[in-house]
Nanobody, 127 residues
Framework: QVQLVESGGGLVQAGGSLRLSCTAS????????MGWFRQAPGKERDFVAG????????YYADSVKGRFTISRDNAKNTVYLQMNSLKPEDTAVYYC????????????????????WGQGTQVTVSS
């Protein structure tokens, strides 16, 4: 049974920072790309950032490029999302997810290509 457990969400003022963590268990973490997605009320779940299984390649949504950084520590089975210069429009529930295909060459942005999801962590940015 694969489990993903997120932490680090909260309330922050615009311009502030938060770091989300997601720790995985139940599968060889280092063989799978990981992604962060977010979902605001009444909206679809959107891709935020992804990192290749080796950590050597990352990909970001245009809306967060230059402000968010995804990283991973395969020794700790953990993926991180450092969020800086937060804006009210970043307010959402953030989910980490594990790619369904091991050793995928390219990071995918499609939610359907991720087969395990965390429970979500709320990020609220006040203006």
């Amino acid at each position: 049974q694969v489990q993903l457990v997120e932490s680090g969400g909260g309330l922050v003022q615009a311009g502030g920072s938060l770091r989300l963590s997601c720790t995985a268990s139940g599968r060889t973490f280092s063989s799978y790309a990981m992604g962060w997605f977010r979902q605001a009320p009444g909206k679809e779940r959107d891709f935020v950032a992804g990192i290749r299984w080796s950590g050597g390649s990352t990909y970001y949504a245009d809306s967060v490029k230059g402000r968010f950084t995804i990283s991973r520590d395969n020794a700790k089975n953990t993926v991180y999302l450092q969020m800086n210069s937060l804006k009210p429009e970043d307010t959402a529930v953030y989910y980490c997810a594990a790619d369904k295909i091991p050793l995928r060459v390219v990071v995918t942005t499609q939610p359907g290509e991720y087969d395990y999801w965390g429970q979500g962590t709320q990020v609220t940015v006040s203006s």
